[in-house]
């Protein structure tokens, strides 16, 4: 097998696989506090993420829209990982999230289960599919009235 | 500089790939099998050494200078006009202005000729597979005229829907525009009956030509239309060079869309007079080498042939059809009758966005997304497609890549069995 292949497998894990099939926390949300809907105009991706916050806490969130199995899963990854976390917290999760897919690893952060979106760095085309729910959630946090965008 | 006609006997295809660098060149350790040809072709040496030798040997600029290289430069130029003139067989060659490619032609239709022609309650005929680039233009002209823009729908197979364009067209009805070939299906419209159908309404045509030029024959006098837009870099040309045809009796009458040198006759402060056509359409210095480049990528062409270059892509097609279709959940997007080599395609359980970064590490470069026809995307329901698309150099070894890399990727992704 070839690098570019063993990239490959990095890309695809069997997490995001899993993830792309049956998406977590895949729902609108009634009682949502913070919406914001994501479109990547390049490919088609569209997505509106929900967030529930109370207390400054990130209580419940959820997503619903179509994509790639990168922008899918690394939505559903995410939902799960900012459940229960402090705004600040899933900001500054968002800040090293967007570090890791693009310039290089932060070395204290450890990102647990989201360490599987680390592969993307190697497909550059693939970057803005990965954090597109990344965006939609920080502007749904900032309350940014307008569609997030990953250009 | 005509390239011998190598044909594969047996199989009645082309054998031109050798005349294209880049395909010699591994991409990520593998062949590579270029279908991405819809977005941009490759280009055969002869168009590399044509603008490098132009630069090398003839560089000056044109229609102004009195020293020999300026005269020598202008005349490169001109016959390159004549080449375009040749392979639309337009009736003659000031029917020719030079854009920067298909985008920029319909752009100076719808400034010039469109400002001129319509007025509020006027309609602009399209066609729900159009570009954006046959949609925006025209968008932007109705906000400036307060014209309408319509468009014909299009059938599950992905063809026009001709007992509605009959109905759509009317005496309101300024002009008509539509794609000779579709990007994102392949559909070939009947470009001769939409035309004739236009002009019996009063109505005038302009037919994107982006997607047919380097696929068939095209005869602007034989279709009848009024305007022809193409791009020379889907045409094995250079990019940022394209060219508009636009019949005589119209082209004259249009005002200028530019200015700048070049397209005057005499300039003062008061009143500036403006050049006779094509001249009055080519503001400021042109891409001289572009003009160059798609001369020589036109030679190259017409010397294999565009009846033999269909042909080839006709063999590929249908043999690609037959793999993809021999693959599970497999669902082919545009299944016209009359279809030139583009297999648009959704693979179930697998987004047209992975599908190419997959089939990009076995070397198989495809297009995935909306193609720039969002309004036809949304008429099929789907975000995109994965898009196959032939050029004259395409082999069954291609193919074959292209249905190996598919099976590839539905074993990574587990759908081999749906």
Known sequence: MSDHHSDLRELYQEVIFDHNRHPRNFHAMKDASHTADGHNPLCGDQLTVYARIEDGVVQEASFVGHGCAISTASASLMTEAVKGQPVDQVEALFRDMHAMLTEAHPEERDFGKLEVLSGVREFPARVKCATLAWHTLHNAIAQARDTARTE | MNAPIRMDSAAGLLDSAADFPILSRPIKGRRLAYLDNG??????????????????????????????????????????????????????????????????????????WGRMALKEGDEILISGMEHHSNIVPWQLLCEQTGALLRAIPVTDSGELDMDAYRTLLGPRTKLVGIAHVSNALGTINPVGEITRLAHEAGAKVLIDGAQAVAHQTVDVQKIDCDFYAFSGHKLYGPTGIGALYVRYDILKDMPPWQGGGDMIYTVSFERSTYADVPQRFEAGTPNIAGVVGLDAAIRYVLSIG?????????????????????LPGVRLIGTAANKAGILSFLVNGIHPHDLGTILDTEGVAIRAGHHCAMPLMTRFGIPGTARASLALYNTQEDIAALAAALRKAQKLFGTEHQ
């Open chain 2, 39 to 112: 977005a941009t072709t490759q280009k055969p040496l002869a168009v590399i050494q044509a603008e490098s030798d132009f630069y090398a040997q003839s560089n000056a600029n044109i229609h102004r200078g009195v020293h020999w290289l300026s005269q020598h430069a202008t005349d490169l130029y001109e016959q390159g006009r004549e080449s375009v003139r040749q392979l639309l067989n337009a009736a003659r060659s000031q029917e020719i202005v030079f854009t920067r490619g298909t985008t920029e032609a319909i752009n100076l239709v719808a400034y010039s």
């Open chain 2, 306 to 326: 565009l009846d033999a270059i269909a042909a080839h892509e006709q063999i590929l097609l249908e043999h690609g059809t037959q793999e993809l279709l021999a």
